[in-house]
T-cell receptor
Framework: QKEVEQDPGPLSVPEGAIVSLNCTYSNSAFQYFMWYRQYSRKGPELLMY????GNKEDGRFTAQVDKSSKYISLFIRDSQPSDSATYLC???????????FGKGTKLSVIP | GAVVSQHPSRVICKSGTSVKIECRSL??????MFWYRQFPKQSLMLMAT?????????EQGVEKDKFLINHASLTLSTLTVTSAHPEDSSFYIC?????????????FGPGTRLTVL
């Protein structure tokens, strides 16, 4: 079993839809959870950064962490064509700065 | 957010030559820099971690004599691919971690696409 599992998609939704992206993990030591957005041929851009369990909202983006289930989610409300990208989840443990990434989910928002 | 730059953005070279890639943190001091490679439709694979002023720590399977990393200052790290071969063709991405207004998150550069002919 890989440390971080993420459905690679592709995921295609109409403009305005709510998008749900998810990752599961096996390492209970992970405490810091991140979501990155990567456009084609570009470096990843940090979207959300959360610590431990709970929700965090930033504009149209909401990140959820459920440590008991080892499950994290990113919700995108009112999705836009400009949200079309690959979304990578990443996580790390306390005292560690090395990130473990999911494979990424490719999202397409159709106008 | 914090800005990390990479140079060059794209390089094409002949087999056997060496290529140097620079990674700079533009508006913060990076205590730690990371180098990743990414193959098409794959996630990022960590190659090495470097702390300013000390030797890099390489991940298992990464040849330290082939991928030379220098982190001489708090804002600059370089990756040199020595005697590059076609199988080294990939997308190389650096990231930097340091004290920013956002905290201690890791910020990524735009990547360097290396093509070895």
């Amino acid at each position: 079993q890989k440390e971080v599992e993420q459905d690679p998609g592709p995921l295609s939704v109409p403009e305005g839809a709510i998008v749900s992206l998810n990752c599961t993990y096996s390492n209970s030591a992970f405490q810091y959870f991140m979501w990155y957005r990567q456009y084609s041929r570009k470096g990843p851009e940090l979207l959300m950064y959360t610590y431990s369990s709970g929700n965090k909202e930033d504009g149209r983006f909401t990140a959820q962490v459920d440590k008991s289930s080892k499950y994290i989610s990113l919700f995108i409300r009112d999705s836009q064509p400009s949200d079309s990208a690959t979304y990578l989840c990443a996580m790390t443990g306390a005292g560690s700065y090395q990130l473990t990434f999911g494979k990424g989910t490719k999202l397409s928002v159709i106008p | 957010g914090a800005v990390v730059s990479q140079h060059p953005s794209r390089v094409i070279c002949k087999s056997g030559t060496s290529v140097k890639i620079e990674c700079r943190s533009l508006d913060f001091q990076a205590t730690t820099m990371f180098w990743y490679r990414q193959f098409p439709k794959q996630s990022l694979m960590l190659m090495a971690t470097s702390n300013e002023g000390s030797k890099a720590t390489y991940e298992q399977g990464v040849e330290k004599d082939k991928f030379l990393i220098n982190h001489a200052s708090l804002t600059l790290s370089t990756l040199t691919v020595t005697s590059a071969h076609p199988e080294d063709s990939s997308f190389y991405i650096c990231s930097a971690r340091g004290r920013t207004r956002e905290g201690n998150e890791q910020f990524f550069g735009p990547g360097t696409r290396l093509t070895v002919l």
